[in-house]
Nanobody
């Protein structure tokens, strides 16, 4: 069971990036999915989550209106579209699969994690 995150990179403030998280070995079609991030010297924090069918999404206040989470169940892939990026968004971003049909803001509710992809936003 693997989650492979990709799409990170070095961008300037105001730019956009789209992160992808592809599942292999297990499709997670009935699981909520989430994106978390860990900035240098900070705790891991919830960024965005989506329910098993994409009908429910939730976001951290810091990214509302700028980030959009989506999923393509036919491709077993979850996306995080990040617009209007800020230096404060710099972090390693992780995708994760929830134990449940809906996402959660709590990391302990996730039982499968990707390896992380680095996002660096310069001012």
């Amino acid at each position: 069971v693997q989650l492979q995150a990709s799409g990170g990179g070095l961008v300037q403030a105001g730019d956009s990036l789209r992160l992808s998280c592809a599942a292999s070995g297990r499709t997670f079609t009935n699981n909520g999915m989430g994106w978390f991030r860990r900035a240098p010297g900070k705790e891991r924090e919830f960024v965005a989550g989506i329910s098993w069918n994409g009908g429910n999404t939730n976001y951290a206040d810091s990214v509302k209106g700028r980030f959009t989470i989506s999923r393509d169940r036919t491709k077993s892939t979850v996306y995080l579209q990040m617009n209007s990026l800020k230096p404060g968004d710099t972090a390693v971003y992780y995708c994760a699969a929830s134990r449940f049909a809906y996402s959660s803001i709590y990391a302990y509710n996730y039982d499968a994690w990707g390896q992380g992809t680095q996002v660096t936003v310069s001012s």
